[in-house]
């Protein structure tokens, strides 16, 4: 019985190392395949003129198509810095600066909270990514406090290439400090569309904040885009859109000159596509418009950042 139970032990290990060796191998053959297809469509793009960066999108690894007007910005303008910071990188298996990593070898640092991005590229299957690139990754909570002592360790004020912020909570706040010791040459932000494109707003500044223990809903988090479009235009910066979700905002420094045209808060804005409000149990409701998203929010506060006062997400909500 013990030899036949030995048998049985011995021939599941075998199927199931067998099938695990072609899974990794699997795995291992896709991500080859992106890489190509994504290097493909940034060989396509890099002389194309296009009307707006949106035209320019593909995603490799970003979670919309901010990979391809990453790389339409990085191959039409005078980068110097061929160095990235993503603060809010996830496990770094979706984000916006992994293909600058694998595909062009910049080199960067990656900064989450969660330990989940240590795990990734130290344990997990993004491993290689620390023995084979210039990649340092951080687990910290970013906050107004610390984020430029973190900074000034690995970059001095102008040798930023990019900056990709995307934490879902006071951004607007982070990317104020940061702006006052460091020029990145490009950044790339969340910015919260739910909030509108006339009044420059901001959750209020507050410490360990979370999205989704604010209110329920998940919407509650960041700044509008005319919040982050006047702090970086008077630190040096022209606008140069957004992407198609309708989440991210993109900025170029004055002093680079490309063939990238600026263009105007009002005909960047892009409203958010994704659909992700949930219910007070958790459930998605899918609220598409920015009027129903605001009133289910509208108790809440926010700053008005030109004046510094304090008004509700009804206040933004118009007829």
Known sequence: MNLVKRIRNLIRHLLIGHLTYEHLHLEEKLLENKLMLGALHARISKNEHFKNIQEAEFKVFSQFGEDGIIQYLVNNLPIKNRTFVEIGSGDYSESNTRFLLEHNSWKGIIIDKESDVLDFVQKGKGKYLYYSYDLTALCKEITP?????????????????????DIDGIDYWIMEKILSSFKPEIIVHEYNATFGNTTPVSVPLKNHFDRNKEHYSGLYFGASLPAFFNLITKNGYYFVGTNTAGNNAFFVKNTIKGRIPKVTLENGFTMSKYRESKDKR??????TTQKERLNQLKSMKLINVKNNKTIHCSDLITN
Not at 282 to 287: A, D, E, F, K, S
């Open 282 to 287: 958790g459930n998605l409701t899918y609220l």
């Open 145 to 165: 406090e610390n984020v430029n002592s973190i900074l000034s360790k690995y970059f001095s004020a102008n040798n930023i290439g990019l900056l990709s912020l």
